[in-house]
């Protein structure tokens, strides 16, 4: 059973930076693919980044794209999400993800969800 934990997230100003990291059971290296999927009240769950080890590549959500960053250190056990000039529209519980098949990651059922860590960015 492969265990997520999130932590890193807080309060923070619009223009902001904070770095999200996803300490894992197992080795990430095991993982085939890890990701973060944020939900805000009365969102929709959505993909925001992820990183798989097949592929050898990483996906950003457009929303994200330019200003988030993610990326795993496979000796620590540890994924990470720098997030950079954050925005109040990224206010959300943000959760680490994992799964060894990047189809499930593609259509949101990843099968190992972390507990959750929060961003809140004031305007």
């Known amino acids: 059973q492969v265990q997520l934990a999130e932590s890193g997230g807080g309060s923070v100003q619009a223009g902001g930076s904070l770095r999200l990291s996803c300490a894992a059971s197992v080795y990430t290296s095991s993982l085939a693919c890890m990701g973060w999927f944020r939900q805000a009240p009365g969102e929709e769950r959505e993909g925001v980044a992820r990183?798989?080890?097949?592929?050898?590549?990483?996906w950003h959500a457009d929303s994200v794209k330019g200003r988030f960053t993610i990326s795993r250190d496979n000796a620590q056990k540890t994924l990470y999400l720098q997030m950079n000039s954050l925005k109040p529209e990224d206010s959300a519980m943000y959760y680490c993800v994992a799964d060894a098949l990047l189809t499930r990651m593609i259509t949101g059922r990843p099968s190992y969800w972390g507990q959750g860590t929060q961003v809140t960015v004031s305007s």
């Open positions: 990183i798989c080890s097949g592929a050898g590549t990483t």
